[in-house]
């Protein structure tokens, strides 16, 4: 089936801007999960949903980072006025309840220049 | 401050051989520990994962061993194939705590040469 899929894999944007990153999880799956990976370093916790709600938002570094997920599904990390310091990849990941294994997407690699 | 800590960057061996790949943590509060695999331009794959009520797990090829007293665990892949070539990440969890967080170490690359 189909797994975690995110949009778009590549993304360049100037210092400054707006983008938002989307997930859409496996069908079916309730929790949701955004990490971060910078160069030679292991994924990052972000966020986590369960369902539309944010269970836990303590990864998020400041306030220009945001993430929702109105509906249950589809979520959507958005990043206001980019710094060079965010050019990661983003990765999206959804489990079908806790502490199930998780489904990780193919992620967003951000450059800001 | 690192809580997983993976200290080998790389690791090579044989095919046909055993791959032992290490895991350190400081945080005596996790109890959940998973392995994931990472191939170049996908994202990471779950492999398997050990509760700390066990000290073995065992997949096919694939052995978790977790050793609480050393807050230390390994992943032994036997015979190893060139296929599993692969950056490997090791991550724990608070379960019981209720945290949903994985922490991820930094990954160790493996090269199984043919």
């Known amino acids: 089936g189909a797994g975690v899929s995110q949009t778009p894999s590549n993304k360049v944007t100037e210092k400054g801007k707006y983008v938002e990153l989307r997930c859409d999880p496996i069908?079916?799956?309730?929790?949701l999960y955004w990490y971060r990976q910078s160069l030679g370093q292991g994924p990052e916790f972000l966020i986590y949903f369960q369902g539309t709600g944010a269970a836990d938002d303590s990864g998020l570094p400041n306030d220009r980072f945001f993430a929702v997920r109105p509906e249950g599904s589809v979520s959507t990390l958005k990043i206001q006025r980019t710094e060079r310091g965010d050019s990661a990849v983003y990765l999206c990941a959804s489990s079908l309840s806790r502490n199930s294994p998780l489904h990780f997407g193919n992620g967003t690699r951000l450059t800001v220049t | 401050d690192q809580q997983v800590k993976q200290n080998s960057p790389s690791l090579s061996v044989q095919e046909g051989r055993i791959s032992i790949l290490n895991c350190d943590y400081t945080n005596s509060m996790f109890d959940y520990f998973l392995w994931y695999k990472k191939y170049p331009a996908e994202g990471p794959t779950f492999l398997i994962s050990?509760?700390?009520?066990?000290d073995k797990n065992e997949d096919g090829r694939f052995t978790v061993f977790l050793n609480k007293s050393a807050k230390h665990l390994s992943l032994h892949i036997v015979p190893s194939q060139p296929g599993d070539s692969a950056v490997y990440f090791c991550a724990a969890s608070e379960v019981q705590g209720g945290s949903e967080k994985l922490v991820f170490g930094k990954g160790t690359k493996l090269t199984v040469n043919p």
């Open positions: 050990i509760s700390s009520i066990k």
């Open positions: 069908s079916g799956h309730t929790a």
